[in-house]
């Protein structure tokens, strides 16, 4: 049996027994009130036949002293005021007679009909007596010996005592009655609270156990869960919404054990690949590092050759012109051309290792910045003239100096300078240089706008990794390897600065440098590095 059904059958059990008890306090409380009732009806009746019994006894008495003195008196009878008076009163006790027997129930009302009879007659022969005393005196006394003493008698020695006798007997009857109701009521009113509490008592506790037997079984499954017992399941004590409870219960530990086994499970593979993963990555640190290592060890081999191959074919191009051998300067120039751009591409390369190895290191010295930017500048101009570009230096007289790495600052202009040429055609390329004051400190600030081809956002988010330009198209059209933003970035947080690009495609672009004007060396702020290796390698290229 569900709960919901237990509790609206107690529920029933507990108003049907509340209905039984207003029943009987109705009925008892009926019952009182009518043997009240009938009580009270008696004492009035019995009060009525004493006033009647009062007045008869008065007018007897009357009647039979004016009967005596009247014998010496005469025609001094009563004025008709008087006897209207007098048939008043008796009209009077006719009420009252009237009165009682509204009073009566059927079984009394006989005897009142005989009884109002008897003073009907009775009132008749005195109201005879009345009108001819004084006057017809032998007339009056007739009436009171022959009809009004014999029914005076009757009335008074027989049939009153006899009325009084019966409600004095009904009384009686009415007053037991009346005990007996109440104590039977009060017994019933006991017995019904006592059958009440024997019910209640037993269906309380058979509630209240299934309750506690119920909840018992779920608060130790849950304390059994919570302490992470996922086998442990509920006992299913009954079929209803406990036995559900537990059902549902036992499902979710079942389904909470299996996700943790397979929780176990991905786990532990997890901590496999993991474990594979950092394999992986430290067998691919140690190839980088021997990469690096190898890329640095070769500078010197790679470089040297490059640099002969620059030197011989620019010495042969002059010899050419001057031995007025024109036809192998074109060739001669072509071979120094692809000599610097390989020697640009070398040095990038190196740089990028060299960073990558934690071999980089800052060479810091004062210069004067505007010395610097003039010889950029200068260096810059055949780049800037091959594209048809103008280019426009934006610098204070009175820029001073700043304590950085001078190459490498440099090499950062270069970069920007060149992309900047390389990607625009006959426009602007505008460098400029300021110096402002954040939070109380120094910064040089170096932004070199062009109004090239420019790049969406979403390019200018990438073009800062190594090897990776804005399209893929560029390197057909431009050249280039994508590594020069990427060196000038590394440079930039070397010296604590950063670089950031605005650009909007077909709208030219705007990179700009933030550089401390006083670079704190790096071993300062991370302790001691590498001796270098390599001296630092400056570049620029088309
Ligand atoms: N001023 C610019 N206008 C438009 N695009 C630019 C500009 N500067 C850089 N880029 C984009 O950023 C990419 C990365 O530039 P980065 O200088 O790193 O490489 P690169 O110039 O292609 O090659 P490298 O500099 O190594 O010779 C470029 O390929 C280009 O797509
Ligand atoms: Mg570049």
């Known amino acids: 049996?569900?709960?919901?059904?237990?509790?609206?059958?107690?529920?029933?059990?507990?108003?049907?027994?509340?209905?039984?008890?207003?029943?009987?306090?109705?009925?008892?409380?009926?019952?009182?009130?009518?043997?009240?009732?009938?009580?009270?009806?008696?004492?009035?009746?019995?009060?009525?036949?004493?006033?009647?019994?009062?007045?008869?006894?008065?007018?007897?008495?009357?009647?039979?002293?004016?009967?005596?003195?009247?014998?010496d008196l005469s025609n001094s009878g009563a004025s008709p005021e008087e006897v209207t008076q007098f048939s008043e009163h008796l009209n009077d006790i006719g009420g009252q007679i009237t009165q009682m027997s509204s009073l009566s129930d059927a079984g009394g009302k006989d005897k009142i009909?005989?009884?109002?009879?008897?003073?009907?007659?009775?009132?008749?022969?005195?109201?005879?007596?009345?009108?001819?005393?004084?006057?017809?005196?032998?007339?009056?006394?007739?009436?009171?010996?022959?009809?009004?003493?014999?029914?005076?008698?009757?009335?008074?020695?027989?049939?009153?005592?006899?009325?009084?006798?019966?409600?004095?007997?009904?009384?009686?009857?009415?007053?037991?009655?009346?005990?007996?109701?109440?104590?039977?009521?009060?017994?019933?009113?006991?017995?019904?609270f006592v059958i009440s509490g024997c019910l209640a008592g037993p269906l309380a506790l058979f509630v209240s156990r299934h309750f506690t037997r119920g909840l018992d079984a779920l608060r130790a499954g849950a304390a059994a869960l919570g302490a992470g017992k996922l086998k442990y399941r509920i006992p299913v004590l009954s079929h209803d919404e406990f036995g559900d409870l537990a059902l549902s219960f036992n499902e979710m530990a079942e389904r909470l054990d299996t996700a943790r086994r397979e929780l176990t499970g991905v786990n532990a593979e997890l901590e496999h690949r993991q474990h594979e993963l950092k394999m992986l990555m430290q067998a691919a640190q140690t190839a980088n590092q021997a990469k690096s290592r190898f890329l640095a060890n070769m500078s010197h081999e790679l470089r040297?050759?490059?640099?002969?191959?620059?030197?011989?074919?620019?010495?042969?191009?002059?010899?050419?012109?001057?031995?007025?051998?024109?036809?192998?300067?074109?060739?001669?120039?072509?071979i120094n051309s692809a000599g610097k751009h390989l020697l640009t591409l070398i040095s990038d390369l190196l740089d990028l290792s060299k960073i990558e190895a934690g071999k980089m290191d800052l060479d810091l010295e004062t210069f004067d910045i505007r010395e610097i930017v003039k010889d950029v500048s200068v260096t810059m101009q055949p780049q800037i003239d091959k594209n048809f570009n103008k280019l426009l230096v934006d610098i204070p007289p009175r820029m001073g100096t700043m304590r950085a790495d001078a190459?490498?600052?440099?090499?950062?202009?270069?970069?920007?300078?060149?992309?900047?040429?390389?990607?625009?055609?006959?426009?602007?390329?505008?460098?400029?240089?300021?110096?402002?004051?954040?939070?109380?400190?120094?910064?040089?600030?170096?932004?070199?706008?062009?109004?090239?081809?420019?790049?969406?956002?979403?390019?200018?988010?990438?073009?800062?990794?190594?090897?990776?330009?804005?399209?893929?198209?560029?390197t057909r059209k431009y050249g280039g390897t994508g590594l020069g933003l990427t060196i000038t970035r590394k440079f930039c947080h070397m010296m604590g600065g950063d670089i950031r690009v605005e650009s909007a495609l077909g709208e030219g672009a705007v990179f700009t440098i933030s550089l401390p004007a006083e670079v704190i060396p790096e071993q300062e702020l991370t302790g001691p590095a590498e001796p270098l290796a390599l001296p630092p390698v400056a570049s620029h290229r088309g």
Do not use: C
Request: hydrophobic letters at 40%.
């Open 304 to 334: 040297t050759p490059m640099n002969a191959i620059i030197g011989y074919s620019e010495i042969l191009a002059e010899e050419a012109e001057d031995l007025r051998q024109e036809a192998l300067i074109p060739d001669l120039r072509k």
């Open 113 to 192: 009909e005989a009884f109002r009879k008897a003073f009907g007659e009775l009132s008749a022969s005195w109201q005879v007596f009345y009108e001819n005393f004084g006057r017809n005196q032998s007339r009056a006394i007739t009436e009171v010996v022959t009809r009004g003493e014999p029914l005076g008698r009757k009335v008074m020695q027989e049939l009153l005592p006899q009325l009084q006798q019966d409600e004095r007997n009904r009384i009686e009857a009415a007053s037991t009655h009346f005990y007996d109701t109440a104590r039977i009521t009060d017994r019933l009113t006991l017995l019904i």
């Open 1 to 71: 049996m569900t709960i919901r059904r237990r509790l609206a059958l107690s529920h029933f059990a507990i108003l049907l027994l509340l209905a039984f008890n207003l029943v009987i306090y109705y009925s008892s409380d009926l019952k009182r009130k009518s043997t009240f009732e009938e009580l009270r009806r008696a004492i009035s009746r019995q009060i009525l036949i004493s006033s009647i019994q009062q007045k008869l006894n008065d007018y007897q008495k009357q009647v039979s002293l004016l009967s005596q003195i009247t014998a």
């Open 407 to 474: 190459t490498k600052v440099r090499q950062m202009l270069f970069n920007l300078l060149s992309n900047a040429s390389k990607f625009t055609r006959s426009g602007t390329v505008r460098l400029q240089v300021r110096r402002n004051d954040v939070q109380g400190k120094d910064w040089i600030e170096f932004s070199v706008r062009d109004s090239g081809i420019g790049m969406t956002p979403e390019q200018a988010e990438k073009i800062f990794d190594a090897f990776t330009q804005a399209d893929p198209s560029t």
